[in-house]
């Protein structure tokens, strides 16, 4: 995975070419008639401006930092994080965060480049944008329910898009991953030999796609857990059938750079509000209490408190991995599709296989973080040994919650643990406020303002899949 080096560039088409799913009724139409539109440009073109959105706007903070004080990674120590991590969070909070999504470097992008993929004969950059579809679609319908897909993307031609059951989107996000494995199988064109130089996530290797692809397949069958009696049964089909990752080296993660116009969106969060967002205490004294022997007699913490907590002197919170002008934004990971292969074996009462991928998803986890710290380097295999000695493969242990509660400490700084404590109930947490944790995001302003047809909701409407 590359570092990034031209994100000037692809920031500069996100500005020049952002809408909404529904443009604003006041908006000339005359305006769309650009004759330098992104709808003319090639897929290796259109590609890296979407990576490069998708990692600001699902891995900056308007996605990972209000979950993350969701969840209690974090605390919203001043200012506006102060109000939403007290879970005041506002239609306005999500204007720009909505509009990044449907934007022509979001999803409308997304649905151009699939389309211009098919006309050139293009499959891996195909299979690719469909797989970049399915994550845009499922994060929107994850964090907002109901939302505009099936009439989106029209521009003048529908500014009022009716808004899909989240049910219904589940199933074109499922549908879109099955095509996507379908393109990446096929052999590459012409068209997709620029993929080594346009594709930031893998260099337009096709393996590493179809693994994510499958991978995703896995975690949105998970998602409906609640309402898919079969969905163990589906899970351990893909586990026992499907290309799996392997390490770490499979992570879906986006790399920037130390350079000021390609730093990591948390990261310039950090330096332009610093202070706003700190530590949770609650979160790091749970890794604490969590102490082994690492070796004579000596006895240490979780130790990816110190991957995680915020550097002694400086205001970045998510701290060594998360929290560097050049860290990742990460959408994907071993770790995560093995904590899913150990949940859904529990869940089918093959506990001995659950403790295999249980073993296999924390210490993917632990090799996650190696390299940044010299007492991590040195004291984490031990801690690691040690920890898994306390598990015996039975029904309870690990337990479900126990595989939850390791998944939740190896998805610090990812959205996906919201979607696990919205769908399970763990880690077992304490709001911060009577009102409790909130079940879902407030629909954009602007949505609201424009399109009638927008729902109406709170927070605190449950969706479909959660508990």
Request: hydrophobic letters at 40%; proline letters at 4%; glycine letters at 8%.
């Amino acid at each position: 995975m590359k570092k990034l080096n031209i994100i000037a560039i692809s920031t500069f088409l996100f500005l020049m070419f952002s809408l909404t799913s529904c443009q604003k009724k006041w908006i000339d139409t005359s305006m769309n008639q650009n004759p330098d539109a992104i709808t003319d440009a090639p897929v290796a073109t259109l590609l890296p401006a979407i990576e490069v959105n998708m990692g600001f706007a699902l891995g900056g903070n308007d996605a990972v930092g209000i979950t993350s004080m969701f969840v209690q990674y974090s605390f919203g120590t001043s200012n506006q994080a102060a109000t939403m991590g007290g879970y005041n969070i506002r239609p306005a909070d999500m204007t720009n965060f909505w509009a990044s999504m449907y934007s022509q470097a979001g999803m409308m992008g997304t649905r151009i480049m699939m389309q211009k993929a098919s006309v050139d004969q293009a499959p891996i950059y195909e299979g690719i944008s469909k797989v970049l579809m399915a994550i845009y679609l499922g994060n929107t319908t994850d964090l907002w329910g109901d939302v505009p897909y099936s009439e989106a993307f029209q521009g003048a031609a529908n500014l009022q898009p009716k808004y899909d059951k989240a049910q219904d989107l589940y199933d074109t996000v499922q549908g879109m991953l099955t095509s996507a494995i379908s393109y990446l199988q096929q052999p590459a064109s012409g068209t997709d030999a620029s993929l080594s130089s346009s594709d930031y996530f893998f260099g337009g290797d096709a393996n590493a796609w179809l693994k994510v692809a499958w991978a995703l397949k896995a975690r949105y069958t998970l998602r409906l857990s609640n309402v898919n009696t079969n969905w163990a049964t589906d899970v351990i089909s893909i586990i026992e059938s499907a290309p799996l990752m392997s390490s770490n080296s499979d992570n879906m993660a986006l790399n920037f750079g130390t350079s000021p116009t390609a730093n990591n969106p948390i990261y310039m969060y950090e330096e332009q509000r610093a202070g706003y967002i700190s530590n949770n205490k609650g979160f790091f004294a749970m890794l604490a209490d969590d102490s082994l022997d690492v070796g004579d007699g000596t006895y240490m913490g979780d130790p990816r408190s110190l991957i995680y907590q915020q550097p002694a002197g400086t205001s970045q919170y998510a701290g060594l991995y998360y929290g560097q002008k050049d860290s990742p934004t990460v959408f994907m990971t071993y770790a995560e599709e093995m904590f899913i292969a150990a949940e859904a074996y529990h869940a089918a009462g093959n506990y001995t296989k659950a403790m295999d991928y249980f073993v296999k998803g924390m210490t993917a986890s632990i090799d996650m973080f190696k390299g940044k710290d010299a007492t991590y380097d040195a004291n984490a295999d031990a801690w690691l040994a040690a920890k898994l000695a306390t598990y015996t493969g039975g029904a309870d242990s690990p337990s479900l919650q126990d595989i939850l509660d390791q998944k939740y400490v190896a998805l610090y700084m990812q959205t996906e643990a919201y979607n696990d404590y919205r769908r399970t109930g763990y880690p077992n947490l304490t709001p911060l406020n009577a009102a409790g944790i909130p079940d879902r995001f407030p629909y954009s302003q602007d949505e609201l303002n424009y399109n009638k047809n927008t729902p109406t909701t709170t927070i605190y409407n449950k969706l479909f899949w959660a508990k």
